[in-house]
């Protein structure tokens, strides 16, 4: 078998990156709220019903992310974007509920 990228049929390791070369190129992320600049370790917990877990018993996923120091805000861009459509559509499906009622 042969490969563009050689005998292992993987890519080349990408040399060792500077950090200074990172962060000299990025920028702070910041509260959407406040805009504080630090951020603390939080959990999302999705509550699993039997319907749509795996294993068929109710459950729980603990989604790690950051929330804001100074107000808890969680900023959209640290949830992941799956997380963000699930919410979209159960946002759309309690509207069409409410106008049924
Ligand atoms: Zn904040």
Same mark, same amino acid.
């Given at each position: 078998m042969s490969s563009k990228f050689g005998s292992g049929g993987r890519p080349p390791q990408a040399p060792p990156i500077d950090p200074s070369v990172i962060l000299n190129n990025s920028t702070d992320v910041r509260c *959407?709220?406040?805009?504080?600049a630090t951020f603390a370790q939080v959990f999302l917990i999705k509550h699993i019903s039997s319907i749509a877990s795996p294993t068929g018993e109710e459950g729980m996923i603990p989604i790690p992310t950051y929330a804001c120091n100074v107000c808890n805000n969680v900023n959209? *861009?640290?949830?992941?974007a799956i997380l963000r459509k699930t919410d979209e559509r159960e946002t759309t499906t309690n509207k069409i509920t409410l106008v049924k009622e």
């Amino acid at each position: 078998m042969s490969s563009k990228f050689g005998s292992g049929g993987r890519p080349p390791q990408a040399p060792p990156i500077d950090p200074s070369v990172i962060l000299n190129n990025s920028t702070d992320v910041r509260c *959407e709220k406040c805009g504080n600049a630090t951020f603390a370790q939080v959990f999302l917990i999705k509550h699993i019903s039997s319907i749509a877990s795996p294993t068929g018993e109710e459950g729980m996923i603990p989604i790690p992310t950051y929330a804001c120091n100074v107000c808890n805000n969680v900023n959209k *861009e640290f949830i992941p974007a799956i997380l963000r459509k699930t919410d979209e559509r159960e946002t759309t499906t309690n509207k069409i509920t409410l106008v049924k009622e």
